[in-house]
């Protein structure tokens, strides 16, 4: 999924912490780790590693492997069963925050154990919009700390 230009505009505001985002370094950690190659996960790694947004003050670093983590679930790779055989969940944000966050074999978007998006993609494209619409927010509340309009919208008074 190409993101919009809303999307890629709101990326480009947030904070890009130093990441693993080579494609041979992320394939010899998994090799490492004995794991299966999943390209949703490689493309994860390569595009979100390192993006960083904010839970109030507590950094959230996006990725499966990191340098210097500070929790110690990051760089964890798990797997659990299900009806289905093995399904693969990554650690991709490293984070003290009270929560789990994870991305699966096929590219899904977990937070605490729940699927929130079927990519990391399209919660992006979520993140953007609801930003926008806060920036909106923020705009109407000052605008209307500012201005008294009429009911018909005809007249607007300016208090100071």
Not at 59 to 77: C, D, F, Q, T
Not at 94 to 115: C, K, P, V, W
Not at 139 to 147: G, I, L, R
């Amino acid at each position: 999924m190409a993101l919009s230009a809303r999307a890629t505009a709101f990326l480009k505001t947030q904070e890009r912490r130093n990441s693993i985002r080579d494609e041979r370094r992320i394939l010899e950690a998994l090799d490492r780790a004995q794991l299966p190659i999943f390209e949703p996960v490689i493309d994860f790694q390569q595009q979100y590693g390192g993006c960083t947004f904010y839970a109030i003050y507590e950094p959230m670093v996006y990725g499966i492997l990191h340098p210097k983590p500070r929790s110690v679930e990051a760089n964890n790779i798990s797997g659990f069963s299900d009806d289905d055989g093995i399904t693969y969940l990554f650690e991709c944000v490293d984070t003290l925050y009270q929560m789990s966050f994870h991305i699966d074999g096929d590219g899904t978007y977990y937070e605490n154990f729940r699927a929130v998006a079927p990519s990391m993609d399209k919660h992006v494209e979520d993140l953007a919009l609801r930003n926008e619409l806060d920036m909106q927010q923020v705009k109407w509340h000052k605008a209307k700390s500012s201005t008294c309009l009429s009911i018909d919208g005809a007249t607007a008074r300016k208090f100071s």
